[in-house]
């Protein structure tokens, strides 16, 4: 394999100015993604046991091009471009899951997103998720706030403020996110350990978004994914004032490891005063 190229360090300024060009190259991928007839189109299986299908391919093209385009000097890893690429990445890169929720878009269902997110130094920076189906974008830059908003064929709607909510008390009722598609043992245990719980089982990205916006409290995802599935909705968690750790309360590191872009477990909560390490 052989390492990814080194960058230089995008600051919080550089990214704020590539927010509104990076949000309409995301909703281009988007509707790449419902131009495909999902009856009709080819899907196959990657090495993992993943299906990939002609949407995820096409809203990969749309996003590679972009990026050449916006910002040729950073290096972008996406899903379906992984190939020798390895750890560590130095300075900044872009990191990319053109659809999320491959099997809620097989199956017919409209929870997918597209997650595009700029990590610097490891730690993700700013996160785009948007949910074609719903026509729903949440973004974020750390440091600067998160927002959702609306789009349709006509255009971006008016971005409205997010945040994240406190945690409520001792005894009162919560809301865990939960994966519609992938559920654990682990996690199960995790949310059962703590009485009062309420599930909202969700698809794909959908569940960092609804965390930032304040519809949940916590989301535990205690089995192993992909750096790709969770930087952009960690950064627009982040940006809303809520965190993303590890299950020990450690915080989650991009593009470092040696062996591979796998996450083996992570919690992201709406209220940081909240974590139990």
């Given at each position: 394999?052989?390492t ?15 927010m509104?060009?990076?949000?309409e ?9 419902l ?40 290096p972008a890893?996406s ?25 809620e ?55 409205e ?16 996110a ?5 559920g654990?043992a682990?996690?199960e245990a ?51 004032g809520?965190?993303?750790t ?11 490891r ?8 992570f ?11």
């Open positions: 394999m052989t990814a190229p080194t960058a230089g360090t995008v600051e919080v300024e550089a990214a704020a100015a590539l509104t060009p990076l949000t190259l995301v909703v281009d991928a988007a509707y790449a993604i131009a495909v007839n999902r009856r009709a189109m080819a899907v196959t299986d990657k090495s993992d046991g993943s299906p990939v299908t002609e949407a995820d391919l096409a809203a990969d093209r749309v996003i590679a091009e972009g990026l050449a385009r916006l910002a040729p000097a950073i890893l899903e379906e471009r992984v190939g020798a690429s390895a750890g560590p990445f130095n300075g900044s890169f872009f990191l990319i899951d053109p659809l999320d929720g491959t099997k878009f097989v199956a017919g269902r409209g929870e997918f997103t597209v997650n595009l997110a700029l990590v610097t130094g490891g730690s993700p920076l700013l996160g785009i998720v948007c949910a074609p189906a719903i026509g729903q974008i949440w973004r974020g830059l750390v440091g600067r706030g998160a927002e959702r908003l609306s789009f349709t064929e006509a255009g971006l709607a008016a971005a403020p997010i945040r994240t909510r406190p945690m409520p008390p001792q005894g009162a009722a919560w809301v865990a939960v994966s519609r598609s992938h654990d682990r996690t995790f949310i059962a350990a703590r009485p009062g719980a309420v599930r909202l089982p969700l698809g794909s990205a959908v569940k960092f978004g609804r965390l930032a916006e304040g519809l949940a409290d916590i989301y535990p995802r205690l089995g192993p994914t992909s750096e790709w599935d969770v930087a952009a909705g960690h950064a627009v968690v982040a940006a809303a809520g965190t993303v590890s299950e020990t309360g450690a915080p989650l590191r991009y593009g470092e040696p062996d591979g872009f796998i996450v083996p477990s919690i992201a909560w709406g209220d940081p005063a909240a974590v139990k390490v």
